[in-house]
């Protein structure tokens, strides 16, 4: 299982290392007598507690806070007596009847719904990742720091390029400077995929470079050619999209 989750969480993108990854049941296995202030606690799929496909990994703060949160917008699917054996991939038709309010991360696919702030928080116009966002609380503060972290390194190394390229951009070579930049933004596609930690910001940043790069301050004086130049430099050496 954390192969196939690239030894991450599944909710927040945090590496599992040691202790700190746990097995969390998509759909709970127990329930909560009462109804919990945020979220639906009542049901229990305690016929589905080894079914591979609802067994998801994730790291302890995620895993206590989605608990046994499991909100449906459909009807409640009850254990009709049907042979364990064939539990195992039941997810999608569970979907179907259920229509759960928490994204699967094997079975939806919601990144092109995220959008991220100035403070590197995610929120979305999609109702089930709002959902997510706030069960599994993908705001809280060491996500976002961990997300600054990534954007504030990121602009400091675009800032370092843009002053080698001032110093030797004389209007004609301009593919030769470029290449400054080759290294760095080779290496931030790279990490836009799914198999790095906190993929899901970088992919944001390279699928909205122009609008990214006008809210940010740059530290170049001509922001606007600032932008022209990195942008070239994506263009030039971006990698196979992920």
């Known amino acids: 299982m954390k192969q196939i989750y690239y030894e991450k969480c599944a909710f927040c993108e945090s590496e599992?290392?040691?202790?700190?990854?746990?097995?969390?049941?998509y759909r709970p296995k127990n329930r909560?007598?009462?109804?919990?202030k945020n979220c639906d606690k009542r049901n229990s799929y305690y016929w589905l507690a080894f079914s591979w496909d609802n067994l998801l990994p994730a790291c302890k703060r995620c895993n206590g806070k989605k608990s046994n949160?499991?909100?449906?917008?459909?009807?409640?699917?009850?254990?009709?007596?049907?042979?364990?054996?064939?539990?195992?991939?039941?997810?999608?038709?569970?979907?179907?009847?259920?229509?759960?309010?928490?994204?699967?991360?094997?079975y939806d696919r919601f990144e092109n719904h995220i959008v991220f702030n100035l403070k590197d928080e995610?929120?979305?116009?999609?109702?089930?990742?709002?959902?997510t966002i706030q069960v599994c609380d993908l705001n809280r503060e060491n996500l976002v720091d961990s997300?600054?972290?990534?954007?504030?390194?990121f602009i400091s190394q675009l800032q370092r390029h843009l002053l080698s390229f001032d110093?030797?951009?004389?209007?004609?070579?301009?593919?030769?400077?470029?290449?400054?930049?080759?290294?760095?933004?080779?290496?931030f596609y790279a990490k836009s995929g799914v198999e790095s930690q906190y993929s899901l910001i970088r992919k944001y940043i390279k699928n909205n470079l122009i609008e990214f790069l006008e809210s940010v301050e740059i530290g170049y004086e001509d922001k606007e050619f600032a932008i022209t130049i990195i942008?070239?430099?994506?263009?030039?050496?971006?990698?196979?999209?992920n």
């Open 32 to 36: 909560s007598e009462t109804e919990a």
């Open 16 to 25: 599992l290392k040691n202790d700190f990854g746990e097995i969390e049941h």
């Open 69 to 106: 949160c499991f909100d449906i917008e459909g009807e409640y699917k009850e254990y009709q007596g049907e042979n364990l054996e064939n539990l195992h991939l039941v997810t999608q038709e569970y979907n179907e009847v259920e229509k759960p309010k928490l994204l699967h991360p094997e």
């Open 167 to 187: 110093k030797v951009f004389n209007g004609d070579n301009l593919q030769e400077c470029l290449e400054y930049f080759k290294v760095t933004i080779e290496d």
């Open 122 to 131: 995610m929120s979305s116009d999609n109702e089930r990742v709002n959902y």
């Open 147 to 153: 997300r600054e972290k990534i954007v504030t390194d």
């Open 231 to 241: 942008a070239s430099a994506f263009n030039e050496f971006c990698l196979e999209d």
